[in-house]
């Protein structure tokens, strides 16, 4: 596009204004869009087209006759300037002139270096309107270009706001404030801080203001570029006006640079959002050091304790999970507060509608961890949010599935947030003789590599409480190479991995084996053990008193048959699919997910142990019998509870 400003400036201008001198930026917005040739007496073309047009009259316009009618045609049909021709060296009417510029239009006349004819200048014009018309062209194609290439590359808006600049001309400035901390903000405050929050809130798009200073008046083009408010705000300065094509070129790369800001922002917690799942794998799978050294940068102090604990938010299906993640954030991590740090907040790359919060120790004087998140649950938003006592984070998997236990015991809590102990209930209220027997059971482990001993362990012991499916999640492992692990495990230690008992066993065993023992202590039988629990015995009978018979005796069938469904209904005569029911109500009474996965399993199989409604027998004890014949105890459990 041409505008009136490049006619009558620059090196070599085909037009100069006429009568009196004129500011070089009079009327220096206007666009001009045709060029047409009158004759002498103002006849224009008959097309009937108008808007933006500059008019060449042939000759001074002597000749005019109803001068104030022909303007007001010209002027009807789009004229914006008259350019009179009156021969070179000659002046036009004065009168002309006058009554042109009284009506509104700008009155030019050819410049010395201009064609000497109406017909010649009007091609010459021409042939500037085109190359104007290909400089905005290529000066947009580039820009989109490199927007396009930014984009594929992921890379930020800062090297097309350079070459905007560059393509503004000589002295102009572009940056992006991205607040009101942002460099450059406060200086265009200090005389438009009303038109920089009308961008930010988005109340307008684009607004030019003017400023003074030691060089002369500045013009600055504030344009929004953000998709949501408060916007960010791109501010271009230059020397003169901003003329419609190079305003347009703003405005158009304002949109460029707000997708590459979100692409930007998106990239950068995207690669967040790897670390803080890499965090929770490497936490998950016990590797407590190497959590802290990749965590540290995003959350400074949270893992360098030796203890946390794990929160897990339940969204509501429809509730967009990265929204609830930024409340979380700005609740546990308030930005500006000047405290360090509470917590990693993550979305769980297991479960769709789960939040994690991994949290560290509270210091004196700060709110506890269960009326801080307390206040994350919204009518409709969330579903329930479930916290586990503090673990060390060398345990953060037995952490986590207490957190997600108590998820689903906060359902049916009114406040919806509950606090779960971590790992089996039952253990920590066993003797201290059960420590020892566990260490003589995985002392068993010691004939292999230390580095494989600690890799097979580790993941052994996610199978038996997760499953391998979601170990291997946890992991960064194929499922069948976490289930082969924890084969090699349950062999070293005389146990079959096809028997609920033994992996009950197994997981016990490598619970209480984290504990310090005295390596000269004799070690009981298991079965002594369970006996000699009162205080495990009655926390038993508690968690088992809500339940009425046959609650009890449908999971007494489940556990004795191996937690095979189709077993268990037949022996207590009942649909599978009846069966399948009451262990669904029996959950929710015992505010366990029962069947989700073994966890809940083992806590179902020690509590009827020790409550003797199973015979201890049904568990083997590996430290007393000859690892090689592992017995069939299921087989002999349904009878049992038959004639029971």
Request: glycine share 8%.
């Amino acid at each position: 596009m041409l505008t009136m400003h490049e006619l009558v400036t620059g090196r070599s201008p085909l037009l100069r204004h006429a009568g009196v001198a004129t500011s070089p930026y009079s009327n220096a917005t206007a666009v001009i869009r045709r060029i047409e040739l009158c004759d002498e007496a103002g006849r224009m073309t008959a097309d009937g087209r108008t808007g933006d047009i500059l008019a060449i009259l042939q000759g001074s316009g002597e000749h005019l006759v109803a001068l104030h009618a022909v303007l007001r045609t010209m002027i009807a049909r789009g004229v914006i300037a008259l350019v009179l021709t009156p021969g070179p060296g000659a002046q036009p009417p004065a009168h002309i002139a006058v009554a042109a510029q009284g009506m509104g239009l700008t009155v030019l006349l050819p410049s010395p270096s201009a064609p000497p004819t109406a017909r010649l200048l009007r091609e010459r014009l021409l042939e500037r309107q085109i190359a104007a018309f290909q400089e905005a062209t290529d000066r947009r194609d580039r820009l989109m270009t490199l927007g396009n290439q930014l984009y594929r590359r992921g890379r930020g808006p800062d090297q097309l706001i350079r070459a905007l600049a560059t393509e503004c001309g000589e002295g102009a400035r572009v940056q992006l404030l991205t607040g009101p901390a942002a460099p450059g903000w406060a200086e265009l405050a200090l005389h438009h801080e009303g038109t920089l929050d009308r961008i930010r809130s988005g109340q307008v798009q684009v607004e030019t203001v003017t400023s003074s200073n030691a060089d002369g008046t500045e013009y600055t083009l504030l344009c929004a570029a953000g998709t949501a408010a408060p916007h960010q705000v791109l501010a271009a300065s230059r020397p003169g006006p901003w003329f419609p094509p190079l305003r347009d070129l703003v405005v158009r790369t304002a949109t460029i640079v707000r997708v590459l800001s979100a692409t930007e922002r998106r990239r950068v917690e995207q690669s967040k959002a790897s670390v803080r799942v890499s965090v929770l794998r490497l936490l998950m799978t016990g590797h407590h050091f190497m959590a802290m050294q990749a965590g540290e940068p995003l959350a400074p102090g949270v893992l360098s304790a030796e203890t946390g604990r794990v929160a897990i938010v339940r969204c509501a299906p429809d509730e967009d999970r990265a929204v609830v993640v930024e409340e979380i954030e700005e609740l546990v991590n308030p930005p500006g507060s000047g405290q360090s740090p509470r917590a990693i907040v993550l979305t769980c790359p297991m479960e769709d509608g789960d939040v994690i919060i991994l949290m560290r120790q509270r210091i004196d004087g700060e709110e506890g961890a269960t009326d801080l998140l307390a206040r994350a649950v919204a009518p409709g938003r969330v579903l329930g949010v479930g916290v586990s006592t503090p673990e060390p984070w060398s345990r953060t998997s037995r952490a986590y599935k207490a957190a997600h236990r108590a998820v689903i015991s906060a359902r049916q809590d009114p406040r919806r947030i509950s606090v779960r102990r971590s790992g089996t209930p039952m253990a920590p209220l066993l003797p201290s003789s059960a420590t020892t027997w566990a260490h003589t059971l995985v002392r068993r482990l010691r004939s292999l590599p230390r580095d494989q001993r600690d890799r097979l362990v580790k993941t052994a012991r996610q199978v038996l409480t997760e499953g391998a499916r979601d170990a291997g999640k946890y992991s960064g492992i194929h499922p069948t190479t976490a289930g082969s692990r924890l084969t090699t495990v349950m062999e070293c230690l005389g146990l079959d991995k096809t028997q609920l008992a033994d992996r009950a066993i197994c997981d016990l065993a490598l619970q209480l084996a984290e504990d310090t023992v005295d390596e000269g202590a004799a070690s009981p039988g298991l079965h002594k053990i369970l006996l000699d629990a009162d205080e495990a015995r009655q926390q038993a009978e508690r968690f088992l008193a809500p339940l009425d018979d046959d609650g009890v005796e449908s999971l007494t069938a489940w556990i004795a048959s191996n937690t095979r469904l189709g077993d268990a209904a037949e022996a207590l005569g009942i649909h599978r699919n009846s069966l399948s029911a009451r262990l669904d109500r029996i959950g929710s009474v015992l505010k366990l997910p029962l069947g989700r996965s073994d966890g809940e399993a083992y806590e179902v199989l020690w509590a009827l142990l020790l409550t003797s409604r199973l015979p201890t027998g049904l568990v083997p004890d590996p430290t007393t019998s000859n690892p090689e014949a592992v017995p069939d105890v299921f087989s002999r459990a349904l009878p049992m509870h038959s004639q029971k």
